[in-house]
Protein backbone atom coordinates (compact mmCIF):
# COMPACT_ATOMS: atom_id res chain seq x y z
CA UNK A 1 0.00 0.00 0.00
CA UNK A 2 1.47 3.26 -1.11
CA UNK A 3 -0.28 6.31 0.25
CA UNK A 4 2.00 8.72 -1.15
CA UNK A 5 0.50 7.86 -4.57
CA UNK A 6 -2.34 9.47 -5.68
CA UNK A 7 -3.94 6.64 -7.36
CA UNK A 8 -5.43 3.61 -5.63
CA UNK A 9 -7.02 6.04 -3.13
CA UNK A 10 -10.33 4.19 -2.53
CA UNK A 11 -8.10 1.18 -2.07
CA UNK A 12 -5.74 2.36 0.20
CA UNK A 13 -8.94 3.92 2.42
CA UNK A 14 -10.53 0.42 2.33
CA UNK A 15 -7.58 -1.24 4.12
CA UNK A 16 -7.21 1.43 6.46
CA UNK A 17 -10.37 1.32 7.10
CA UNK A 18 -10.73 -2.38 7.25
CA UNK A 19 -7.99 -2.30 9.79
CA UNK A 20 -9.66 -0.05 12.25
CA UNK A 21 -12.98 -2.06 11.73
CA UNK A 22 -11.24 -5.56 13.04
CA UNK A 23 -9.99 -3.47 15.93
CA UNK A 24 -13.29 -2.46 16.51
CA UNK A 25 -15.01 -5.80 16.13
CA UNK A 26 -12.33 -7.23 18.52
CA UNK A 27 -13.24 -4.63 21.49
CA UNK A 28 -17.05 -5.06 20.75
CA UNK A 29 -17.28 -8.41 20.42
CA UNK A 30 -14.54 -9.91 22.90
CA UNK A 31 -13.32 -6.94 25.21
CA UNK A 32 -16.69 -5.46 25.44
CA UNK A 33 -15.57 -2.13 27.06
CA UNK A 34 -18.97 -0.41 27.10
CA UNK A 35 -20.21 -3.31 29.36
CA UNK A 36 -17.50 -2.38 32.09
CA UNK A 37 -16.67 0.57 34.27
CA UNK A 38 -15.80 2.01 31.42
CA UNK A 39 -19.41 1.73 29.67
CA UNK A 40 -17.85 3.04 26.07
CA UNK A 41 -15.86 1.15 23.64
CA UNK A 42 -13.01 3.72 23.38
CA UNK A 43 -9.95 1.57 22.35
CA UNK A 44 -10.49 1.35 18.76
CA UNK A 45 -11.18 5.07 18.45
CA UNK A 46 -7.44 5.98 20.03
CA UNK A 47 -6.24 3.06 18.13
CA UNK A 48 -7.88 5.08 14.82
CA UNK A 49 -6.46 8.03 16.36
CA UNK A 50 -2.82 6.91 16.48
CA UNK A 51 -3.14 5.40 13.04
CA UNK A 52 -4.78 7.97 11.69
CA UNK A 53 -1.45 10.44 13.34
CA UNK A 54 0.94 7.77 11.69
CA UNK A 55 -1.11 7.62 7.89
CA UNK A 56 -0.14 11.44 8.22
CA UNK A 57 3.33 11.38 8.86
CA UNK A 58 3.57 8.98 5.92
CA UNK A 59 1.79 11.15 3.85
CA UNK A 60 4.16 14.73 5.21
CA UNK A 61 0.44 15.77 6.11
CA UNK A 62 -0.59 18.46 8.90
CA UNK A 63 -3.93 17.72 10.95
CA UNK A 64 -4.60 20.89 9.46
CA UNK A 65 -4.30 19.16 6.21
CA UNK A 66 -7.40 17.03 6.95
CA UNK A 67 -9.20 19.74 8.29
CA UNK A 68 -8.43 20.62 12.09
CA UNK A 69 -7.75 24.55 11.18
CA UNK A 70 -7.33 26.69 14.52
CA UNK A 71 -9.09 29.63 12.71
CA UNK A 72 -12.60 29.85 13.66
CA UNK A 73 -12.40 26.71 16.00
CA UNK A 74 -14.29 28.08 18.74
CA UNK A 75 -16.56 29.92 15.97
CA UNK A 76 -17.05 26.59 13.86
CA UNK A 77 -17.81 24.62 17.19
CA UNK A 78 -20.37 27.18 17.89
CA UNK A 79 -22.12 26.33 14.83
CA UNK A 80 -22.17 22.61 15.23
CA UNK A 81 -23.64 22.88 18.66
CA UNK A 82 -26.44 24.91 17.68
CA UNK A 83 -27.28 22.85 14.31
CA UNK A 84 -27.41 19.78 16.78
CA UNK A 85 -29.41 22.39 19.56
CA UNK A 86 -31.97 23.52 16.56
CA UNK A 87 -33.11 20.03 15.03
CA UNK A 88 -33.03 18.00 18.75
CA UNK A 89 -35.39 20.37 20.07
CA UNK A 90 -37.62 19.59 17.40
CA UNK A 91 -37.32 16.10 17.73
CA UNK A 92 -37.81 16.21 21.67
CA UNK A 93 -40.70 18.37 21.64
CA UNK A 94 -42.26 16.15 19.37
CA UNK A 95 -41.17 12.72 21.73
CA UNK A 96 -42.54 14.52 24.61
CA UNK A 97 -45.99 15.33 22.57
CA UNK A 98 -46.12 12.04 21.45
CA UNK A 99 -45.47 10.10 25.12
CA UNK A 100 -48.55 12.87 26.07
CA UNK A 101 -50.99 11.48 24.06
CA UNK A 102 -50.31 7.96 24.83
CA UNK A 103 -50.93 8.90 28.75
CA UNK A 104 -47.59 8.66 29.57
CA UNK A 105 -46.23 12.46 30.47
CA UNK A 106 -42.42 12.98 30.52
CA UNK A 107 -39.51 14.29 32.26
CA UNK A 108 -35.52 15.06 31.61
CA UNK A 109 -33.18 13.96 33.78
CA UNK A 110 -29.35 14.45 33.33
CA UNK A 111 -27.27 10.82 33.91
CA UNK A 112 -24.96 8.46 32.17
CA UNK A 113 -26.06 4.95 31.82
CA UNK A 114 -23.84 2.36 33.09
CA UNK A 115 -23.79 -1.45 33.26
CA UNK A 116 -24.06 -3.87 35.86
CA UNK A 117 -23.49 -7.78 35.83
CA UNK A 118 -26.71 -8.26 36.47
CA UNK A 119 -27.45 -7.15 33.36
CA UNK A 120 -29.81 -3.93 34.73
CA UNK A 121 -28.96 -0.47 33.54
CA UNK A 122 -27.81 1.59 36.25
CA UNK A 123 -27.76 5.39 36.41
CA UNK A 124 -24.61 7.28 37.15
CA UNK A 125 -24.76 11.01 38.45
CA UNK A 126 -21.19 11.51 39.72
CA UNK A 127 -19.11 14.40 38.20
CA UNK A 128 -16.56 11.50 37.50
CA UNK A 129 -18.46 9.62 35.01
CA UNK A 130 -19.77 12.49 33.44
CA UNK A 131 -16.02 13.79 32.70
CA UNK A 132 -15.44 10.18 31.77
CA UNK A 133 -18.23 10.27 29.34
CA UNK A 134 -17.39 13.54 27.89
CA UNK A 135 -13.43 12.50 27.34
CA UNK A 136 -14.36 9.51 25.82
CA UNK A 137 -16.78 11.01 23.55
CA UNK A 138 -14.27 12.90 22.48
CA UNK A 139 -11.81 10.59 21.62
CA UNK A 140 -14.92 8.97 19.79
CA UNK A 141 -15.74 12.09 17.34
CA UNK A 142 -12.42 12.98 17.01
CA UNK A 143 -11.44 9.63 15.28
CA UNK A 144 -14.59 9.53 13.31
CA UNK A 145 -14.42 12.99 12.09
CA UNK A 146 -10.75 13.05 11.74
CA UNK A 147 -10.78 9.55 9.59
CA UNK A 148 -14.14 9.53 8.27
CA UNK A 149 -14.09 12.91 7.26
CA UNK A 150 -10.90 14.89 7.36
CA UNK A 151 -8.90 12.06 5.88
CA UNK A 152 -11.16 10.09 3.60
CA UNK A 153 -12.62 12.90 1.90
CA UNK A 154 -9.44 14.60 1.35
CA UNK A 155 -7.33 11.40 0.62
CA UNK A 156 -10.12 10.22 -2.08
CA UNK A 157 -10.50 13.35 -3.40
CA UNK A 158 -6.96 13.48 -4.83
CA UNK A 159 -7.74 11.02 -7.14
CA UNK A 160 -11.81 11.44 -7.60
CA UNK A 161 -14.66 13.97 -7.49
CA UNK A 162 -15.67 15.93 -4.69
CA UNK A 163 -19.05 13.74 -4.85
CA UNK A 164 -17.38 10.47 -5.13
CA UNK A 165 -14.87 10.72 -2.25
CA UNK A 166 -17.94 12.31 0.50
CA UNK A 167 -19.82 9.17 -0.64
CA UNK A 168 -17.88 6.53 -0.58
CA UNK A 169 -16.76 8.02 2.86
CA UNK A 170 -20.00 8.00 3.74
CA UNK A 171 -20.73 3.98 3.20
CA UNK A 172 -17.66 3.27 5.08
CA UNK A 173 -19.21 5.02 8.10
CA UNK A 174 -22.33 3.35 7.47
CA UNK A 175 -20.60 -0.30 7.26
CA UNK A 176 -18.71 0.75 10.34
CA UNK A 177 -22.09 0.84 12.27
CA UNK A 178 -22.85 -2.70 11.76
CA UNK A 179 -20.55 -4.13 14.82
CA UNK A 180 -23.28 -3.49 17.18
CA UNK A 181 -26.36 -4.62 15.80
CA UNK A 182 -23.88 -8.16 15.03
CA UNK A 183 -22.91 -8.34 18.30
CA UNK A 184 -26.77 -7.96 19.20
CA UNK A 185 -27.12 -11.16 16.96
CA UNK A 186 -24.30 -13.25 18.30
CA UNK A 187 -26.09 -12.67 21.82
CA UNK A 188 -28.86 -13.80 21.29
CA UNK A 189 -30.84 -10.50 21.84
CA UNK A 190 -32.28 -10.41 18.06
CA UNK A 191 -33.28 -12.90 15.20
CA UNK A 192 -31.40 -13.07 12.02
CA UNK A 193 -34.92 -10.89 10.44
CA UNK A 194 -34.77 -8.42 12.99
CA UNK A 195 -30.80 -7.99 12.54
CA UNK A 196 -31.40 -7.56 8.77
CA UNK A 197 -33.96 -4.76 9.03
CA UNK A 198 -31.74 -3.04 12.09
CA UNK A 199 -28.76 -3.34 10.08
CA UNK A 200 -29.85 -1.92 6.73
CA UNK A 201 -31.43 0.91 8.66
CA UNK A 202 -28.60 1.86 10.97
CA UNK A 203 -26.42 1.55 8.27
CA UNK A 204 -28.84 3.89 5.95
CA UNK A 205 -29.28 5.93 8.88
CA UNK A 206 -25.35 6.62 9.74
CA UNK A 207 -24.74 6.96 5.92
CA UNK A 208 -26.59 9.51 6.01
CA UNK A 209 -25.16 11.06 8.69
CA UNK A 210 -22.09 11.01 7.05
CA UNK A 211 -23.13 12.50 4.13
CA UNK A 212 -23.91 15.48 6.16
CA UNK A 213 -20.64 15.36 8.09
CA UNK A 214 -18.90 15.27 5.00
CA UNK A 215 -20.88 18.30 3.30
CA UNK A 216 -19.96 20.47 6.60
CA UNK A 217 -16.76 19.48 5.95
CA UNK A 218 -16.53 20.68 2.38
CA UNK A 219 -18.15 23.79 2.58
CA UNK A 220 -16.15 24.86 5.70
CA UNK A 221 -13.15 23.05 5.21
CA UNK A 222 -12.56 22.15 8.89
CA UNK A 223 -14.28 19.35 10.64
CA UNK A 224 -15.57 21.91 13.66
CA UNK A 225 -18.92 22.22 12.79
CA UNK A 226 -19.29 17.83 11.85
CA UNK A 227 -17.48 17.13 15.14
CA UNK A 228 -19.31 19.75 17.59
CA UNK A 229 -22.76 18.79 16.21
CA UNK A 230 -21.57 15.25 16.15
CA UNK A 231 -20.14 15.19 19.80
CA UNK A 232 -23.52 17.01 21.15
CA UNK A 233 -25.90 13.84 19.51
CA UNK A 234 -23.62 11.51 21.56
CA UNK A 235 -22.48 12.94 24.26
CA UNK A 236 -25.88 15.23 25.60
CA UNK A 237 -28.60 13.94 23.38
CA UNK A 238 -27.73 9.93 23.89
CA UNK A 239 -25.97 9.35 26.68
CA UNK A 240 -26.37 12.38 29.50
CA UNK A 241 -29.54 13.61 28.68
CA UNK A 242 -32.17 11.22 29.32
CA UNK A 243 -36.48 11.31 28.82
CA UNK A 244 -37.93 9.94 31.65
CA UNK A 245 -41.61 7.99 32.20
CA UNK A 246 -43.10 5.88 34.22
CA UNK A 247 -42.54 3.12 32.13
CA UNK A 248 -38.94 3.30 31.72
CA UNK A 249 -35.85 5.19 30.03
CA UNK A 250 -35.76 6.76 26.56
CA UNK A 251 -38.55 4.80 25.04
CA UNK A 252 -38.77 6.31 21.92
CA UNK A 253 -35.23 7.32 21.68
CA UNK A 254 -35.29 5.94 17.93
CA UNK A 255 -37.83 8.33 17.05
CA UNK A 256 -35.79 11.41 18.47
CA UNK A 257 -32.55 10.11 16.76
CA UNK A 258 -34.20 9.90 13.40
CA UNK A 259 -36.62 13.35 13.96
CA UNK A 260 -33.03 15.13 15.05
CA UNK A 261 -30.92 13.83 12.11
CA UNK A 262 -33.20 13.23 9.11
CA UNK A 263 -34.35 17.03 9.51
CA UNK A 264 -30.75 18.21 10.19
CA UNK A 265 -29.84 16.18 7.14
CA UNK A 266 -32.55 17.93 4.80
CA UNK A 267 -31.38 21.37 6.04
CA UNK A 268 -27.53 20.96 5.39
CA UNK A 269 -28.43 19.00 1.31
CA UNK A 270 -30.60 22.31 0.80
CA UNK A 271 -28.25 24.87 2.10
CA UNK A 272 -25.44 23.03 0.67
CA UNK A 273 -27.38 23.08 -2.72
CA UNK A 274 -28.34 26.54 -2.84
CA UNK A 275 -24.90 27.26 -1.90
CA UNK A 276 -23.58 25.70 -4.85
CA UNK A 277 -26.66 27.62 -7.13
CA UNK A 278 -24.64 31.01 -6.14
CA UNK A 279 -21.52 29.97 -7.03
Not at 94 to 109: D, Q, S
Request: with cysteine; hydrophobic share 55%; glycine share 8%.
Amino acid sequence: MNLQTERNTVRNSIIIFLICLGVHIFEVLFIRTDETFFAECFINKAFGIILLYAVLKILKWHWSDIGFIRQKLFFNAFKGFGLCVVFYSIAFITEFVVLAARGTPAHMEFFVTGFSLTGSTVKHTGIGFILMCIGFNIINVWMEEGLFRGFFITYIGREHSKNTALYIAALLFGLWHLVTPFRSLLDGEMNVGLFVAMSIGYVILSALMGVKWGLLYQLSGTVWIGLADHFFNNCIVTNLLHVVTSGGVDELQIIRVLIGELTSFIAVVIYAKVKALKQ
